[in-house]
């Protein structure tokens, strides 16, 4: 069973609204948890990395939220762009745990 | 920020033969690497752990004899997938922990391999 659920699974808004994403965990030990950006064909792209103490970081119009106690995590995203869609990957650290993703797309 | 690079970024083999991946950290040292597999609009799968000096550690259901892995340098590791059949197609990526504060995780951009 993955330790690591993201939601939703894909996700379709308009151009400057924005968004939620949400990633719920039971990896443990815990060291961090981090929020990747992964265009089709490419490698992920690092947005955010929180530790246990942090609650909240953001990452120009990216806002990720950690709460260690509900292990639940979100990364906001404000003012959508066309380039915001791709698939965002939520990933537990101790021992690298992936999610499976949501998917993002932004239209015009 | 820290690059790492892959080549080839993509591959079309045929069924039989034996394909090498390079991954390579640009301006920084890496002891460890890892290789992950990605299927079609799938997650990430830790294939293996790449250790400079000594053996690969395979995840488990990964054959080590078919997906051979060398780390012969601090800034290079290679995966050869041996014998490649066509349901090892599928999108390969390396990463590699940085050496800085912060043990950040870089990604290289991905290989695609077809096998027809």
């Known amino acids: 069973k993955n330790q690591v659920e993201q939601s939703p699974q894909s996700l379709i808004i308009l151009e400057g609204k924005n968004c939620t994403l949400q990633c719920n965990y039971t990896v443990s030990p815990f060291s961090n948890l981090r929020w990747y950006k992964q265009d089709t064909g490419r490698g992920p792209v690092s947005l955010t990395i929180?530790?246990?103490?942090?609650n909240t970081k953001s990452n120009g119009r990216y806002t990720a939220t950690l709460d260690a106690d509900t292990k639940q995590s979100s990364l906001h995203i404000t003012a959508s762009q066309l380039s915001d869609s791709a698939s965002y990957i939520c990933v537990v650290a101790g021992y690298m745990r992936f999610g499976a993703g949501t998917r993002l797309t932004v239209k015009p | 920020g820290a690059v790492v690079s892959q080549h080839p970024s993509w591959v079309i083999c045929k069924s039989g033969t034996s394909v090498k991946i390079e991954c390579r950290s640009l301006?920084?040292?890496?002891?460890?690497m890892f290789w992950y597999r990605q299927f079609p609009k799938q997650s990430l799968m830790l294939m293996a752990t790449?250790?400079?000096?000594?053996?690969?550690?395979?995840e488990q259901g990964v054959e080590k004899d078919k997906f051979l892995i060398n780390h012969a340098s601090l800034t290079l590791s290679t995966l050869t997938v041996t014998s490649a059949h066509p349901e090892d197609s599928s999108f390969y990526i390396c990463s590699a922990p940085s050496d800085r504060v912060g043990y950040e995780q870089y990604f290289g951009p991905g290989t695609r391999l077809t096998v027809t």
């Open positions: 790449s250790n400079e000096g000594s053996k690969a550690t395979y």
């Open positions: 929180m530790t246990f103490s942090e």
């Open positions: 301006d920084f040292q890496a002891t460890t």
